[in-house]
T-cell receptor
Framework: AQSVTQPDIHITVSEGASLELRCNYSYGATPYLFWYVQSPGQGLQLLLKYFSGDTLVQGIKGFEAEFKRSQSSFNLRKPSVHWSDAAEYFCAVAKYNQGGKLIFGQGTELSVKP | DGGITQSPKYLFRKEGQNVTLSCEQNLNHDAMYWYRQDPGQGLRLIYYSQIVNDFQKGDIAEGYSVSREKKESFPLTVTSAQKNPTAFYLC?????????FGDGTRLSIL
């Protein structure tokens, strides 16, 4: 069965430090992959998406992600974290043979130390 | 501004009562979705609709119903058959192969 795993439930980084959030997927075909961010009590905002082509994709707010087929991974990175990046981050894969439904990971909560 | 509007932001349900959550979009998207979010469980799909007057059950449809009479609107009814309705409900629509979300409705039991 298709699934998405985010191994880290909670990560704390210092402001200005680099960030990497891990995402592993299980999907038979070429995956359509996404990263979303959610602030408390809010909806999800799309950070970036990967469909095909260049395996390093750029998103909003200075985030990027790299698709590695050999490792079934789609890790999210940011070179320098800002306090406003504290939020919950979700990785997801789309199933287009089921109406484009998204399968989400459990989420990673990011805290930023001053 | 184009977007997805969910209302109300907070909703309270009494035992045995049905409640309806509103979702409206002005993005001209064909596909719309309802997800339920519980702490520590990520998001799970309740129902989705790819076109007006058609919808399909998702992974956790029991105790919920939907309608899609207009392209812009995809209301979700939480029926009394849903025994654990307390959750955060998110509506989304799909455009440019990506889903875009509303700000959610938090449903609680009185």
């Amino acid at each position: 069965a298709q699934s998405v795993t985010q191994p880290d439930i909670h990560i704390t980084v210092s402001e200005g430090a680099s960030l990497e959030l891990r995402c592993n997927y299980s999907y038979g075909a070429t995956p359509y992959l996404f990263w979303y961010v959610q602030s408390p009590g809010q909806g999800l905002q799309l950070l970036l998406k990967y469909f095909s082509g260049d395996t390093l994709v750029q998103g909003i707010k200075g985030f990027e992600a790299e698709f590695k087929r050999s490792q079934s991974s789609f890790n999210l990175r940011k070179p320098s974290v800002h306090w406003s990046d504290a939020a919950e981050y979700f990785c997801a894969v789309a199933k287009y043979n089921q109406g484009g439904k998204l399968i989400f990971g459990q989420g990673t909560e990011l805290s930023v130390k001053p | 501004d184009g977007g997805i509007t969910q209302s109300p932001k907070y909703l309270f349900r009494k035992e045995g009562q049905n409640v309806t959550l509103s979702c409206e979009q002005n993005l001209n998207h064909d596909a719309m979705y309802w997800y339920r979010q519980d702490p520590g469980q990520g998001l799970r799909l309740i129902y989705y609709s790819q076109i007006v007057n058609d919808f399909q059950k998702g992974d956790i449809a029991e105790g919920y119903s939907v309608s899609r009479e207009k392209k812009e609107s995809f209301p979700l009814t939480v029926t009394s058959a849903q025994k654990n309705p307390t959750a955060f409900y998110l509506c989304a629509s799909r455009g440019d192969r990506a889903q875009h979300f509303g700000d959610g409705t938090r449903l609680s039991i009185l």
